[in-house]
C-alpha cells in the first residue's frame, strides 16, 4: 500500500510540475504575441485547474457532485473531451480560413503575373 501511494504522489508532482511548466510557456507564447489574451485566461484557467486537481484529487469529486457526475475522475475526462472537441473545431475553422486566404493570395499574384507577361 505504501509502495502505491507513493507512485500516487509522484504522478502528482509530476503532473503539477507539468502544469506548471505549460502555464510557464502559455505566458511566454502571450508575451511574443503567438497568442491572445483570451486563448491565455483559457490555458491559464485550465493549467491552474490542472494543478488544482493534482495536488487535491478530492476537489474534482466536490465538483462532480456539485454538477451531478458520479465521480471526479468521470469530471476530468467529459471536461477533457469537451476542451478537446471545442479545440478542434477552432482548428478546423483556422485552417479552413487559412485555405481561403491562400486561395486569394493565389489568384492575386497569379493575375499580376500574367499582367506583367503581358505588358
Do not use: C, H
Amino acid at each position: 500500500m505504501y509502495k502505491i501511494r507513493g507512485f500516487m504522489y509522484l504522478i502528482q508532482i509530476l503532473l503539477a510540475l507539468f502544469a506548471l511548466f505549460a502555464l510557464l510557456k502559455t505566458k511566454q507564447k502571450f508575451s511574443l504575441g503567438d497568442i491572445g489574451r483570451r486563448d491565455l485566461l483559457v490555458w491559464v484557467l485550465l493549467w491552474v485547474a490542472v494543478i488544482v486537481v493534482a495536488i487535491a484529487p478530492n476537489s474534482a469529486a466536490v465538483f462532480a457532485k456539485m454538477t451531478g457526475v458520479g465521480r471526479g475522475a468521470d469530471l476530468v475526462v467529459y471536461l477533457a473531451l469537451a476542451l478537446l472537441f471545442y479545440l478542434f473545431f477552432r482548428m478546423t475553422v483556422r485552417i479552413e480560413k487559412m485555405k481561403r486566404e491562400i486561395t486569394v493570395l493565389t489568384r492575386e499574384i497569379s493575375l499580376k503575373e500574367k499582367n506583367s507577361e503581358s505588358k
